[in-house]
């Protein structure tokens, strides 16, 4: 089956830096790459997502990049900012699922004022 | 309501005893999930509704764990028997379609914790 690997774990970075989260996939027919964004204590929510018929994809301050030939993707968050703290988790739809999402571990981001 | 709604928010239980989690999804969508977050973990499928059919139950770990949505909007997740690995929290997410690559809402979850 699918497996999904995030990196970092935890990443900690100035305002005003930018930050950038990798998750790797195994299956190379899965389709579509959604992140969410959890605050503590509160439920995910999307944030931006892809599919495979596109190399990136760009929401203000936030991008997403596929490469679909490596299987990996990435989250960039510029001019990051304090509200930008949250755990980001990477997510994968393998083709032909009925809907079970794939997550990665999760990336805890620290924005230092 | 406005977002999809869970309860209980919190639960302590004894190891043994059996609980049940309710989630009222956005009025509407016909699409359901359940997964389960432990502790500094990603969210784990558990199990998918669409209307009031399960087509998916792969991810229940266990035959203590059952879920139902007789009318194809609440649904109940129930675990029988309950072990301290259930520990975690409990999420349940609606979509408004069938397509997949739509955005799942997801509720704040029931933490479940067993003693």
């Known amino acids: 089956g699918e497996n999904v690997e995030q990196h970092p774990s935890t990443l900690s970075v100035q305002e005003g830096d930018s930050a950038v989260i990798k998750c790797t996939y195994s299956?190379?027919?899965?389709?579509?790459f959604p992140w969410y964004k959890q605050e503590l204590g509160k439920r995910p929510q999307l944030i931006i997502d892809?599919?495979?018929?596109?190399g990136e994809k760009k929401d203000q301050r936030i991008a997403v990049t596929l490469n679909k030939t490596a299987k990996h993707f990435s989250l960039h968050i510029t001019e990051t900012q304090p509200e930008d703290s949250a755990v980001y988790f990477c997510a994968v739809l393998p083709r032909g699922s009925q809907g079970n999402l794939i997550f990665g571990k999760g990336t805890k981001l620290s924005v230092k004022p | 309501g406005a977002g999809v709604s869970q309860s209980p928010r919190y639960k302590v239980a004894k190891r043994g005893q059996d609980v049940a989690l309710r989630c009222d999804p956005i009025s509407g969508h016909v699409s359901l999930f359940w997964y389960q977050q432990a502790l500094g973990q990603g969210p784990e499928f558990l199990t998918y509704f669409q209307n009031e059919a399960q087509l998916d139950k792969s991810g229940l770990p266990s035959d203590r764990f059952f879920a139902e949505r007789p009318e194809g909007s609440v649904s109940t997740l129930k675990i029988q028997r309950t072990q301290q690995e259930d520990s975690a929290v409990y999420l349940c997410?609606?979509?408004?379609?069938?397509?997949?690559?739509?955005?799942?809402?997801f509720g704040e979850g029931s933490r479940l914790t067993v003693l």
């Open positions: 997410a609606s979509s408004g379609g069938t397509d997949m690559t739509g955005e799942l809402f």
């Open positions: 892809i599919r495979s018929n596109v």
């Open positions: 299956d190379s027919a899965s389709n579509y």
